[in-house]
């Protein structure tokens, strides 16, 4: 009842405000509300009930967001997963959630054969790319959402309590199995609000959000909802085009958008960029990984009206843990922390016995608030080594300073200092992971006589993909500057080392092309 | 942990900046919070534990707030008293809550020998009014607060599940015994967090809240919550002065207040009026009674650069449901309304099988959401007959526009028209209320044939008070217009009629005035 309380009360404040937009379908609130209780309804007619899991396996669209408000409508559980698993991870999460329904959109249908193979246990498939009349190619055992939506009648509001299971959000999967994340509604609901207070323009009336980051990933799905609370206007766009997003600011009037550092830089580059009215933007806020000043700099040449916010966030904590508020990017030197405690978050930083340490000093970064997650799917043991005296282990090491900002010791040992040039390890991470092939990536500096530190990339493959050191790096040249490209490029198969939180101890890696020499930071 | 979280974390990111403003001490969010944890590890040495419960019978204060923090810090429930009770009510609180602790003000240090003999539990007594060295006058058996809180270590903070209990808040009265409504943290928590967003600009940054109107009232607490939540600055009155708050409007730069419509009234008639910068004043936040379009006018005449807000809630909702923003105000359709559905509200209007009722068909009011109570303390049956099939009954009667906003028919009935001008009778039973012998009142409208209708007041008094309808007469004539001064003034013993849930039933009192007659709202 939490988390589709917003949606119903934008219903009934504001029947006739457009809510969503996804290509030429522009829908209400009070039909979005209308449809989203459809679907709840046609859910409990294929028997979904509370408990009960559906996963999603899509691109993001409208019907996304209304899938994750009427799953949870009837008291089950969304289990969106990424969509850039394999065969073999997807096989996996599905016989480790046990959906009775998977919805899929196009990008996947073509997979369902094999998933059902896999995944005998699979009852309905809901197909979301449907248009108003049903798709005559559709497999015969594969279900029509607008069709389901239209036959079926609004489900009532199941009344649960805010500890119920909300979602299944996968996290990891660098390090072997994936573990699911249970979501209740509390904490879905928790960090929303908070975010849709501290970021702190959301709130206001006007806003105008463009979905561009994936929904399946608790960044993108924790502004989802924080923006229906806010009561904004939602724009999805199916994934990350750089082009396309100056158009839809420019065309939808877009105020607040979320994007990782270098798409922020894709979109900066872009040649026409000046010719598109991005006035209406207020709000840029980027994750995943701190912008050095220069990019701040640029940023703030090419949008000078931009407020800039950074979020720090886990899937664990629903997202929410910390924020670099545009206020803060005004002074230097907390760029480079993951900002402040969250309005829901208690945030400290101890030592191994949860015990918190004196500002200044490393400890591990603990977390804890009304978003904190239930525990892993099914993973006890897992649950009990995250979750300590009351607190979340991020498996993040830091400190806190004297003004309660948060810094991340990995992020800050991720910069590459190469022939006077400073370069963010995580910048150059999500360039080198937008190739296809690649699964997951490490880069960090590695000795370098000439350059003091160069870039290096290892990179572990996707299965049945290959690419040559060669390939990586001139792909890394369409996405950023030419310093940092990597100068080396490394495949490995083991599975990167890492923390018994999850986390990849780069520190670890390093030690290995370091041994013997001095690093600027211990 | 929920409900002291914001304090923890505002020492955390802003341990310098001011918190509290009382009087001539100023403290910042470091010293509170350290000032906080003291107090809580004080009350925890003097044996207060989980589930406990800790007294308060004081005016507004500083300490008042620390004491708020303090007690669900260790687990225990808050339960401040009405500052208005007569020694029964306060016998009848004592021997229900069973505190084993009572703090209390100079005030009502003189009721203490009183108080113990009607309830011997009493363990300890800390006295508010301390200063720095301890009163060489005060009762052997009274801790002096300061006294306490130097000698005591900050007491570490107790985890608990957002349902534990963090308040017991008494409500009604008029209607013989009152029954205490059991708040939890998350209830607090989330009508807090909800107010401080939805009061859209107390969020932002720079608030200087003014707290004139009683804390042991859940409306004076709830703003307490939301404005720390919001990181702003809290100044205390011990209760209202209208000349007080204009002087510390400018003195503090104040930029949100809260009063009922007639405090707003003798605040904008002080005839020194104009001589007080009130400049900063942002927000001016209204409740338990609508305004006039007539008031409204005025105040936006005086106040020109002010956005005026109402809340409506009650105890059993942490208090928060609704609010009439400061720009639904321009649309004088709405103005007799109690808006919209909070952020973190469900309200339908529903028959009595709790199934909601179309648009425009009045039934009773229904609310849920994360902030209900946990139900009355100790009394079963009057939980079972207020919380229904997962809503609370407001106990009020109303209708919901198409628009949502929700109109409470005993408000609309409440108006007057008396030769023409129309009176709010909420408005006049405040001024009622005001008088020291007054324990309860009720104003409606009876038929005249001068006036159509005439203001008439029916008062219950306080036990050992009396007065002359002459002197309510003569004392409201301080207060309000002269058109709205009750014509006619009647004194009752027997308690007044009410609902199921409590709420006093005027339609049965206004029949006996009107019986063959027709009212203009049936």
């Known amino acids: 009842m939490y988390l589709t309380q917003s949606l119903r009360r934008m219903a009934q404040i504001a029947p006739d405000r457009l809510a969503t937009v996804d290509g030429t379908d522009r829908r209400t609130w009070a039909q979005v509300t209308d449809r989203t209780a459809r679907l709840a309804g046609g859910l409990a007619g294929l028997g979904v009930g509370q408990g009960d899991r559906v996963a999603i396996l899509a691109l993001n669209s409208a019907r996304y967001m209304e899938a994750y408000f009427a799953i949870p409508w009837i008291g089950a559980a969304v289990v969106p997963f990424n969509t850039r698993w394999t065969l073999e991870e997807l096989s996996y999460g599905l016989n480790d959630a046990r959906p009775d329904v998977l919805m899929v959109d196009a990008q996947f249908l073509p997979m369902l054969p094999d998933l059902r193979r896999r995944y005998p246990g699979l009852r309905h498939v809901i197909f979301l790319n449907s248009s108003r009349a049903p798709d005559p190619g559709l497999p015969a055992d594969v279900l029509d959402y607008e069709d389901l939506v239209a036959r079926s009648r609004p489900a009532p509001v199941l009344p649960v309590p805010g500890e119920t299971m909300a979602a299944i959000c996968y996290t990891g999967g660098t390090t072997g199995l994936s573990k699911g994340v249970m979501l209740s509604h509390l904490a879905i609901w928790a960090s929303s609000v908070a975010l849709s207070t501290d970021y702190a323009d959301l709130a206001s009336e006007g806003t105008i959000f463009l979905h561009a980051m994936p929904l399946f990933h608790s960044g993108g799905s924790g502004v989802l909802f924080a923006t229906t609370i806010a009561g904004g206007i939602h724009i999805f766009h199916p994934g990350f085009d750089p082009k396309a997003i100056l158009q839809t600011i420019q065309d939808e009037k877009v105020t607040h958008t979320q994007l990782v550092p270098t798409m922020v830089r894709m979109v900066l580059d872009q040649p026409d960029f000046d010719s598109f009215d991005v006035s209406t933007l207020k709000t840029l806020i980027y994750g995943a990984a701190p912008m050095t000043q220069a990019q701040i700099s640029e940023t703030a040449a090419k949008l000078p009206h931009v407020g800039l916010q950074q979020g720090y966030g886990q899937t664990e904590m629903a997202p929410y843990i910390s924020s670099l508020l545009p206020r803060h990017h005004k002074d230097p030197t907390k760029l480079r922390s993951a900002g402040v405690a969250g309005l829901c978050t208690d945030i400290i930083v101890a030592d191994d016995a949860q015990r918190e340490l004196p500002r200044g000093e490393v400890g591990e970064v603990l977390v804890r608030g009304p978003q904190m997650m239930l525990g892993y799917w099914e993973k006890p043991e897992e649950t009990a080594k995250a ?88 792909h890394c040249r369409q996405h950023i500057s030419g310093y940092k490209v990597p100068r080396s490029v490394e495949f490995r198969t083991d599975p990167f080392p890492v923390s018994g939180a999850g986390k990849i101890l780069k520190r670890e890696i390093r030690k290995l092309y370091w041994e013997g020499r001095e690093t600027s930071l211990a």
């Open 387 to 474: 979750m300590v005296g009351g607190w979340i282990r991020t498996g993040d090491a830091g400190f806190m300073d004297e003004d309660g900002f948060v810094f991340l010791i990995d992020r800050l040992k991720d910069m590459i200092v190469t022939g006077g040039e400073n370069v963010y390890s995580t910048e150059v991470e999500n360039a080198v992971a937008l190739h296809p092939a690649v699964a997951s990536c490490v880069v960090i500096g590695v000795p370098s006589d000439k350059w003091g530190e160069q870039v290096h990339a290892i990179v572990i493959a996707r299965k049945d993909h290959a690419a040559t050191p060669d390939e990586i790096i001139v």
